[in-house]
């Protein structure tokens, strides 16, 4: 399969944990279920953000010995998009702070009616 | 100048340096903090204050630099500026009411607040998509931990509810923004609204991604169930922040990214927000409890931002001004209701009647629920009306149909909120303490509410015209509450005469006549006044206010002054009307009346609007587009203040319920408000080039049922005021009969009535009133033969009955003799003859009301009772005096004002020669009518004196002769149902057909938001699946087809 | 069973979008737009062999700060969120001891990984890596201190001491970049230096430094956090 680059597979795999973690946030009665539903689909975010940065054949954004350093405008030719893998690092630490802070949430949850079911906090509706 | 940057390096440093410094005590965090977000409202308010008043241009700051794209660049531009602006005001005054509770935390809940403030702000001002999403986060993950700071399972279940929601939103965020980088190479949001992102299926996709992630975060209905949990459950203080600023911030951004789109979502959005502006108002109005009213009135906040939003090709230039209008005002005044709420502390909305006891709260209240709905002087108003009018002036009708339903709706659970703060049963044992810190910045926005309204209006081409001068002097009333009512009453009336007397030489005709029954009637109704005692307090400033807003209405030149002074009068009245002892369902039945009419009022106008090159109310005689609904939306916003048959029911319990001499007011005068703008409407139907006959005829029909049903109604009233009032509504049905049928003697006959009706009716109603402050019951069964202990009463209702019924030789009889001319000359029979058998069951209530009140035998519980008071007798005298001459000379009057209506209706058909009036059918004279008619009665009286010279008096107890059974008099006594017989004849045109059809459309409006809410199970889980699913629906409905 | 069958059609329509994403997707073959210019213009004008610390920290620095900040808010609302009341603070609660294997590798591995995090984040702007991996690689260490410890206390001075400072130097270094060079978090105010030596690419090496420090602090933080709350009734 020719046209299946890595690219595309990893893009492939980004869609398909980011629809994993879409049915567990959903369809999971468990808060912690729901809260690990929540970081696949992080993980799927971000591995989509990388592959977008993805260039076939090229090495990672650091000039070193890998980086053929003939002259400048060879780094253009030579490395992938350092941009993306700038702003899955971002996401990475958002979706960290996020996880801790739900998981603060759970820990409360739990202590107040000693159960994780989700459908057992609704004391605010209508 | 200060750079933006500082905004958030202080915030930062100082939140950093708190973990330290923390040490040194909590009280130490908070008062940096404090310092912080007023050293960032100072930057921003620089800004503000450099770009509306100095010549500052946008200004962009650079990070790391390097020139946008390469690096993460902010702009500082005008609406940055005011955005930001109103962010840090609302974050400092939050800070201040929160202060304590943060404190209670720990230093932390300084540090998260002061980030949270810095986050919006970034939110505002950067131009780079992803470090917008980054700030989002933020400022998402702040409040989630804010709405701790509410102890209880309430507030964890809603934080988790809303970082779960905004998780998701935010993911899909990310998604469309590294997509859109994808196609475009730039993160930077002015590139991508320069590139060509939409043309390609995935970039298309992207922008949808972003945009519908922007949506969501305007909370829009049904996909917002987290949003209302947040406003409900976490701590008042912090949702007003959360109302307020991060509001202002979503829409902020949404503005921007609305913008990578082009103009291609304008459309979306603009009914993505009116489902949500109607839907959030419409379950507002099955609400009960105080909180959750507020998170759906925000919510619909939100829509409405976003129905501006997505409307601003209607707009154009106006956008940011209707914008900042609606922003400010609902800023201001949501977030001092929310930190209200946090004072007050009364769950359900009927316990808000505890605020009462503190009457500076209702004060506070009553000022936010008036500008949330948009009344002047508060900026909302003039916002409404620019909205309103480019929207007309642009063809989008629907669209104004849309606002004023929203609005109507909004109106609705305020005004009954209000109601029940004013007067429902207060018997609850809680109460609420008030607290420096936390009342402090409730009076800072209220003062900046008006200060703002006030500004806002001179800032304004139109609005800079208006006169403020009558709203000061309510003011002035308003400081003086504490003073007797002996003081302030003097001081009114001689405000109201210095005022007349200046404002007199300036007017003329059909403007002079108005002016008089609103002032002088105003000042005589006033002097009524001094028989209460004690302070009356709040009662000067609102009769002031309607005054003003009548004086208003008189002087108004523009459309815009004219609607002005319709809603002061209207929010005056409201106040009066309310004060009654049983007033609280009657006084909302009035305001949503009146509210539902200024609508009608607006939205005609806005027609009227189109086309014209002056904003002048003569554009009202030169209606150039759909002239009969702009005509027929005029008249129909009139007609709910004259309360013409089918919109009248608030009438009766308004009048009948209030005061006695505010029943006068509201009835003999403010009725005539609705006359004028009747009057004013059909001035500029003669004038028109269309023909509107139909319009006419059907209101000539509307009058003549009116004059049918209120008549008929009156006959069955057990209630002396009720009765009045129903009287009140067939009168004005005279009037609205007589001006349809346009001609110079209808009109001549609707002048005759306007004159006749203001004055009978404030005698009626003084002396009825008077006469019920004496016995302490309307019911008039339960009173008879008054003549003995208040003679000058009596001969003040015969005389008032007198002209009422139109027998001669009162000025009635001019009425009727005109009214007979001008129909037969119109040839609407039909309809005249309904109005003549109405003129005759019009006895049957005035036969009752001199009977069962003053004849009959004296109660045995008034055999004391004094003559009613001096200070009623007084005006009560002065208007027969007016009547008598009125009487006896109408040609005084009538004359000129024939001329006058021979501006507009040429026909000539009444010729004046000293005191005879000569019309095609005949002649008359008053003066010699009252001669003739005094000359029969003299004989008649002799004759009858002479030949019953055998006659004695019937004593109480001569139960054969007064058909009385002394011991339970109420259930035999004749007045008691006193037309029983005439009912059997006449029920089917009594049952209460109106009030049947209010009823069910109420009823409707509560099932339709009692099914609706359901969906808001208070299940996170299905709060997330609602997003998504509105996500796929919008997906399917926006680009589906496209791609 | 209406639930299921709208989580369904949501997925479904998942599926159904991210196709057309996936449809549309052409693979990269040049750097294009900001891209480009970081490869071509990245070295000489920020100085630092990684290309992605040199957008992490100077080109998108604000970013970053705010990335930090998310830290520091998490843990500051955890702070209060999870803080125990007087009575709770004061209890003892003795955890079985854990495994020898856990105690003994620990004593070993700590300062190797708390060395190998400062060479993780001091080396930023040379190799893969960064403040952000380095301060996530000290936390590892604090967790697994408190695993194989947890009755012990962590000191909570220290770890809120290095926070706040470090957070500040942040803040000052971005004004710094201000005062004396392009813009907030300009890192040129400090000379480039060599291309690849250590102390090179201005003050990218400091504040990923100080970036570092506070990442594993504010982690630390959290992790002690968690641990406290057992402690709560």
Not at chain 2, 54 to 67: I, P, R
Not at chain 2, 154 to 162: E, S
Request: charged share 10%; no cysteine.
């Amino acid at each position: 399969m020719e046209y299946l680059n890595l690219g595309k597979i990893s893009l492939l795999i980004g869609f398909i944990l980011i629809i994993i973690g879409f049915w567990g946030i959903l369809s999971q009665k468990n808060i912690i279920k729901i809260i690990v539903s929540f970081t696949i689909l992080d993980t799927g975010i971000n591995i989509l953000i990388v592959s977008l940065g993805y260039i076939k054949g090229r090495t990672a954004p650091i000039i070193d010995a890998s980086v053929p350093q003939l002259a400048d405008h060879n780094v253009l030719n030579s490395i992938v998009d350092p941009v993306p893998q700038a702003l899955v690092l971002t996401a990475i630490v958002i979706g960290f702070g996020v996880t801790a802070l739900l998981l603060a949430y759970a820990m409360k949850l739990f202590k107040a009616k000693r159960t994780l079911e989700i459908n057992q906090f609704n004391d605010l509706k209508w | 100048m200060v750079s933006p940057i500082y905004i958030v390096a202080a915030a930062l440093g100082v939140g950093f340096a708190i973990g330290v410094l923390g040490k040194l005590g909590k009280n130490f965090s908070g008062i940096l903090t404090l310092l912080t977000l007023g050293f960032m409202t100072y930057v921003s308010s620089e800004w503000l204050y450099a770009f509306y008043f100095g010549d500052q241009v946008s200004t962009y700051v650079f990070t790391a630099g390097y020139k946008p794209p390469i690096s993460i660049n902010l702009l500082m531009g005008p609406q940055e500026a005011f955005m930001s602006t109103l962010i840090n005001v609302i974050g400092l005054l939050g800070g201040i009411y929160l202060f304590f509770n943060f404190g209670r935390k720990g230093r932390n809940a300084f540090v998260v607040y002061l980030v949270f403030i810095m986050s919006l702000n970034v939110v505002i001002m950067t131009r780079d998509l992803f470090n917008l999403f980054v700030f989002l986060e933020i400022s998402s993950i702040a409040t989630a931990g804010l709405i701790l700071i509410e102890k209880g399972n309430r507030a964890v279940g809603a934080g988790f509810k809303y970082i779960i929601a905004t998780s998701i939103i935010s993911s899909i965020l990310l998604i469309g923004t590294i997509f859109a980088y994808f196609y475009t190479g730039s993160l930077n949001i002015d590139d991508l609204v320069k590139s060509d992102l939409t043309t390609t299926t995935g970039g298309l996709i992207a922008v949808f991604l972003i945009l519908i992630a922007a949506i969501l975060e305007m909370k829009p209905f049904p996909a917002n169930g987290w949003g209302l949990d947040v406003y409900e459950g976490s701590h008042q203080g912090f949702s007003a922040v959360v109302s307020a600023a991060t509001a202002t911030a979503s829409y902020f951004m949404l503005y921007k990214l609305l913008d990578i789109a082009g103009n291609s979502w304008d459309h979306y959005i603009a009914v993505i927000g009116a489902v949500t502006f109607i839907g959030a108002n419409l379950l507002g109005v099955k609400q009960k409890f105080a909180r959750r009213l507020l998170a759906y009135s925000s919510i619909g906040q939100l829509g409405l931002l976003m129905l501006i939003l997505g409307l601003r090709t209607y707009l154009g230039d106006n956008l940011n001004y209707v914008v900042f209008g609606i922003l400010l005002t609902n800023l201001l005044a949501k977030t001092g209701f929310f930190w209200l709420v946090g004072i007050v502390k009364a769950k359900t909305l009927k316990e808000w009647a505890i605020i009462r006891r503190k009457p500076f709260f209702l004060f506070l209240m009553g000022t936010f629920v008036f500008a949330l709905i948009g009344f002047p002087p508060f900026p909302s108003f003039f916002a409404k009306w620019t909205f309103v009018m480019d929207l007309a002036a642009n063809g989008g009708f629907v669209w104004i149909a849309v606002i004023l339903t929203g609005s109507f709706l909004e109106a609705i659970y305020y005004f009954r909120w209000f109601g029940y703060a004013v007067k429902a049963d207060d018997n609850y044992n809680f109460s609420f303490n008030v607290r420096w810190h936390k009342i402090t910045p409730i009076i800072l926005l209220t003062a900046l509410l008006y200060i703002i309204g006030y500004l806002t209006a001179q800032h304004t081409e139109l609005g800079r015209m208006i006169n403020f001068i009558p709203l000061f002097f309510v003011l002035i009333l308003f400081a003086l509450d504490f003073l007797p009512v002996f003081i302030k009453n003097t001081i009114a009336i001689i405000g109201m005469g210095i005022y007349f007397y200046f404002i007199y030489p300036s007017l003329s005709d059909l403007k002079l006549l108005f002016e008089v029954i609103f002032m002088i009637g105003g000042i005589l109704t006033l002097i009524a006044g001094y028989a209460y005692k004690g302070k009356r307090s709040g009662f000067y400033p609102v009769a002031i206010l309607m005054y003003a807003g009548l004086t208003g209405l008189i002087e108004a030149n523009t459309t815009l002054q004219f609607f002005f002074g319709w809603e002061l009068m209207t929010a005056g009245s409201y106040f009066l009307i309310i004060r009654g002892k049983r007033s609280m369902p009657h006084a909302l039945s009035y305001m949503l009346f009146s509210v539902a009419g200024a609508y009608a009022i607006l939205a005609g106008i806005s027609i009227a609007n189109i086309g014209q090159l002056t904003t002048s109310l003569s554009i009202f005689n030169n209606i150039q587009y759909f002239p009969q609904w702009a005509y027929g939306l005029l008249l129909f916003g009139f007609l709910t203040k004259t309360a013409s048959v089918g919109i009248h029911i608030w009438l009766p319990g308004a009048h009948g319920e209030a005061e006695s001499d505010v029943s006068p007011m509201v009835s003999a005068i403010l009725l005539k408000a609705g006359v004028y703008g009747v009057i004013l409407a059909l001035i500029g139907m003669s004038k028109s080039q269309y023909d509107l006959s139909s319009l006419t005829y059907i209101l000539g029909w509307v009058g003549a049922l009116t004059v049918l049903f209120g008549n008929i109604s009156a006959v069955f009233q057990e209630d002396a005021k009720r009765l009045l009032a129903y009287s009140s509504i067939g009168q004005l049905g005279y009037i609205v009969f007589a001006f349809a049928i346009m001609t110079q003697l209808g009109w001549l006959t609707g002048f005759t009535y306007v004159i006749n009706h203001f004055m009978y009716k404030a005698v009626l109603f003084l002396t009825i009133g008077a006469v019920v402050l004496r016995v302490g019951t309307h019911n008039m069964y339960e009173m008879g033969g008054l003549i003995k202990r208040m003679p000058l009463a009596f001969v003040a209702v015969l005389i008032g009955i007198t002209s009422l019924s139109g027998v001669p030789p009162l000025s009635g009889f001019t009425g009727k003799w005109l009214f007979y001319n001008a129909v037969i000359e119109k040839g609407w029979y039909f309809q005249g003859v309904i109005v003549f058998l109405s003129g005759g069951v019009a006895f049957l209530y005035l036969f009752r009301l001199i009977q069962t009140i003053f004849l009959g035998q004296l109660k045995d519980n008034h055999r004391n009772v004094k003559e009613i008071s001096i200070w009623f007798l007084i005006p009560i005298y002065t208007l027969l005096a007016g009547l008598m001459v009125f009487s006896a000379r109408p040609q005084w009057v009538l004359q000129p004002l024939g001329d006058m209506i021979a501006n507009y209706m040429p026909q000539n058909s009444i010729r004046w020669d000293g005191a005879y009036a000569y019309t095609a059918i005949g002649h008359w004279t008053g003066s010699g009518v009252m001669m003739t008619i005094g000359s029969v009665f003299l004989i008649v009286f002799l004759i009858l004196k002479l030949s019953t010279r055998k006659a004695h008096k019937i004593k109480q107890f001569d139960i054969v002769y007064s058909g009385e059974r002394p011991d339970r008099p109420d259930t035999t006594h004749v007045a008691y149902n006193m037309y029983a017989g005439f009912y059997k004849a006449v029920w089917p045109l009594t049952v209460p057909l109106a009030e049947r059809f209010w009823n069910w459309m109420t009823e409707l409006v509560h099932e339709a938001a009692g099914f609706t809410r359901r969906i808001y199970s208070g299940n996170g889980q299905a709060y997330m699946l609602h997003i998504v699913l509105y996500i796929i629906v919008l997906f399917f409905i926006t680009i589906g087809s496209s791609i | 069973m209406i639930r299921n069958f709208l989580i369904g059609l949501v997925l479904a329509s998942f599926v159904y979008i991210f196709y057309n994403l996936y449809v549309s997707y052409e693979p990269k073959t040049e750097l294009t737009g900001i891209a480009a210019h970081y490869a071509e213009q990245g070295a000489k004008e920020v100085g630092a062999a990684n290309l992605v610390t040199a957008v992490v920290v100077t080109y998108r620095g604000f970013d970053t700060m705010g990335e930090v900040t998310i830290l520091f808010l998490t843990a500051s609302i955890i702070g209060f969120f999870l803080k125990l009341n007087k009575k709770d603070e004061k209890k003892v609660i003795i955890h079985k001891g854990t495994s020898e294997l856990l105690v003994t590798s620990a004593q070993l591995l700590v300062p190797i990984i708390f060395l190998f995090g400062v060479y993780v984040f001091i080396n930023g702007h040379l190799t893969p890596g960064g403040g952000f991996q380095g301060g996530a690689i000290i936390a590892s260490g604090i967790a697994l201190l408190i695993m194989a410890n947890p009755n012990k206390e962590i000191n909570h001075h220290a770890i809120l001491w290095i926070e706040s400072i470090s957070g500040i130097m942040f803040v000052i270094i971005g004004l710094l970049g201000i005062a004396l060079a392009g813009g907030f978090l300009d890192n040129r105010f400090i000379s480039l230096g060599t291309f690849g030596d250590l102390f090179s690419a201005g003050a990218i090496p400091l504040i990923y430094s100080f970036i570092g420090l506070k990442v594993g602090a504010e982690i630390s933080n959290i992790l002690n956090k968690y641990q406290k709350s057992q402690k709560e009734s």
